[in-house]
């Protein structure tokens, strides 16, 4: 039986890591410790809040002295590092807030665990979940990312998780310490903040507002549905070796635009409004440093783990789509109040 301790699992990753790991692992004990900042969401995990091995703690990874009383009194052995500033838009117009949580805030986490986990160099596993934005931009005909790619974020949220992976790797060369890290591609699934391509498009269809698209929207990315990188975290937590990198990567690549008159398309067809939800489509000028593209090769956590992705993009697509239509109500309230704000600067001054 596993003692984890999840960070930031009242998040969009997190929320489906915690529901993942209760359901296929129920005798594990999962604390789930979140600052509840304005990505997390405790309606997130309404359905696991009762269960007996799961508790949820309010409080910042920075502070140590709580997160050594939870490492004590749980008797910690693994970490599942998700607590983080992950929105390249914000970490333009606010970069502090993002030094502070994924690079002080993994320092301050990585301490407590070397002083607790000093005596045992074995049962124990600190698993720091990073992006594949940290190794910069891919040219159109460029091979995917691979474990052995140099590092050069061009964000300040990418500078700081290249940072924050570094520091893990640190401790574990320098202390010896548990640790293992994965870089995974764009996640896009049920309970995503809709500050994210994905469900900013259908909420904004939705509402009939804008549908914002950055430049000409020919940016690519590489798509991972949020439970099949659940999976992949669980085959790194079973089997993966102490110090390695794992890519985790769904091995679907898709252009901006492509993905925003898809989901247009589909909602026409099960959601139909007064006109083609693509009419809605606004292109806005681009934001500072947009990396062209992110492609994983995730050959080696298939190779070795024997892990693979199970939904391709269109499975995934639809299974999403369906449960924002099932879910608006959850939608409305985490885009209240700050939200508004927010969406206002980032995109008002922007159309053109």
């Known amino acids: ?12 990753i997190g929320s489906n890591f915690v529901r993942y790991w ?32 799961y508790r949820f703690v309010h409080g910042d990874i920075s502070d140590g002295v709580l997160v050594e009383h939870l490492f004590r009194e749980e008797e910690i052995d693994t970490v599942v590092h998700f607590a983080a500033e992950s929105h390249v838009d914000r970490s333009i117009t606010g970069p502090s807030a993002f030094i502070d949580t994924n690079v002080m805030g993994t320092f301050a986490l990585l301490e407590v665990a070397r002083k607790i986990w000093a005596t045992d160099d074995t049962a124990c596993r600190f698993l720091h979940v990073s992006t594949d934005e940290v190794y910069g931009s891919l ?23 290249a940072a924050s992976d570094h520091l893990v790797r640190a401790y574990g060369e320098t202390y010896g310490m548990q640790v293992i890290t994965t870089n995974c591609s764009n996640n896009y699934g049920p309970f995503q903040f809709p500050e994210k391509l994905i469900p900013l498009v259908i909420a904004n269809a939705l509402e009939g507002s804008p549908i914002p698209v950055y430049g000409d929207g020919k940016n690519i990315r590489d798509w991972l549905y ?127």
Request: with cysteine; aromatic share 10%.
């Open 1 to 12: 039986m596993r003692r984890i301790l999840v960070t930031g699992g009242a998040g969009f």
């Open 22 to 53: 209760l359901k296929h692992h129920p005798r594990d004990r999962l604390v789930n410790l979140d600052l509840l900042t304005y990505a997390g969401n405790l309606e997130n995990l309404r359905d696991v809040e009762s269960r007996e091995q």
């Open 139 to 161: 040219g159109p005909n460029d091979p995917p990312f691979t474990e052995r790619h140099s590092y050069a974020p061009n964000s300040p949220y990418s500078a700081s998780k």
């Open 226 to 352: 949020v439970d099949d990188h659940c999976s992949g975290l669980e085959a790194v937590i079973e089997k993966g070796r102490l110090g390695e990198v794992y890519n985790i990567g769904g091995s679907n690549e898709w252009c901006n635009i492509d993905i925003v008159q898809l989901i247009c398309q589909r909602l026409d067809e099960l959601q139909p409004g007064k006109a083609p939800y693509a009419g809605l489509i606004t292109f806005v000028s681009d934001r500072p440093g947009h990396d062209l593209r992110y492609a994983i090769d995730s050959d080696k956590i298939q190779t070795t783990l024997g892990w693979s992705p199970a939904h391709d993009f269109q499975s995934g697509i639809e299974q999403t789509i369906k449960w924002y239509l099932e879910n608006r109500e959850w939608c409305e309230h985490v885009r209240s109040g700050e939200y508004r704000q927010y969406y206002e600067q980032q995109y008002g001054q922007r159309v053109g």
